[in-house]
């Protein structure tokens, strides 16, 4: 049976995890701050409240404040920002049926239950991977042809058979650095965007935009 879940920033636009506009608050407030008295005495209670009629400003309508300064629609509201995409699937042998929703997903978390790893595993990989397709499951090479296929910035794989202790001591680190390694060869991608994860593992997912200022982007 497949599980897959597809978790993204913002349903109402397809596929585009795009984040709506927001006020430019570090930019409008000292101006507002600088018209308080002024719209106080044209009858404002609450200066204050001159944020809510800005955040309904629309394109090409603009506030005329006392001093004279005018705040466009474009000048109080920031434009949209990209968001983060999260592909999380679940026990999967075949995963295709998301591909498209998944496409260029920011992380890919793909389990890979079955490994060929000598000296748990005896014959061949394509005698797991079958092993592993029969009973609805994946191997690292499947998760990183996965990743590959939808163009995955990066590839978290969970999910591991019991057989690997999956703690953190140096015995098990160095297996589930052989299954990155596995994974890394058929995703392309580069050796720490492809991770083992292991229970309580916090992986950072920065916006496009903060990577793009860190030179990243």
């Known amino acids: ?5 597809l978790l993204h920033t913002d349903t109402h636009k397809k596929y ?12 409008v407030r ?6 308080k008295e002024g719209l106080l005495q044209q009858g404002l209670s609450d200066p204050n409240k001159i944020f809510r009629l800005l955040k309904t400003l629309k394109a090409g309508e ?5 001093d004279g300064t005018l705040l466009r629609a474009e000048d109080v509201m920031e ?11 679940g026990d999967t042998s075949d995963a295709s049926g998301i591909a498209e929703l998944a496409r260029d997903c920011d992380v890919l978390v793909h389990e890979a239950t079955n490994a060929f790893l000598l000296p748990f595993d005896k014959g061949t990989y394509m005698d797991v991977e079958r092993f592993a397709r029969a ?8 998760a990183g042809h996965f990743a590959q296929r939808v163009g995955a910035k990066r590839l978290v794989m969970t999910h591991f058979s019991p057989r690997y202790k999956g703690d953190l001591s140096p015995e098990s680190l160095a297996i589930m650095k052989r299954l990155e390694d ?12 492809v991770l083992a994860a292991h229970d309580l593992m916090l992986v950072p997912v920065p916006s496009p935009h903060k990577m793009a200022e860190v030179g990243l982007g």
Do not use: F
Request: proline fraction near 10%.
């Open 1 to 5: 049976m497949l599980y897959n879940t």
């Open 16 to 27: 585009a995890h795009i984040h709506p506009p927001h006020k430019n608050t570090e930019y």
């Open 30 to 35: 000292p101006i507002v701050e600088r018209n």
């Open 62 to 66: 603009a506030v005329n404040l006392p």
């Open 79 to 89: 434009g949209p920002k990209q968001g983060r995409k999260v592909v999380i699937c």
């Open 135 to 142: 009973h609805g499951h994946s191997t690292p090479q499947m």
């Open 182 to 193: 596995m994974a890394r060869k058929t995703s392309k991608l580069k050796a720490d965007q």
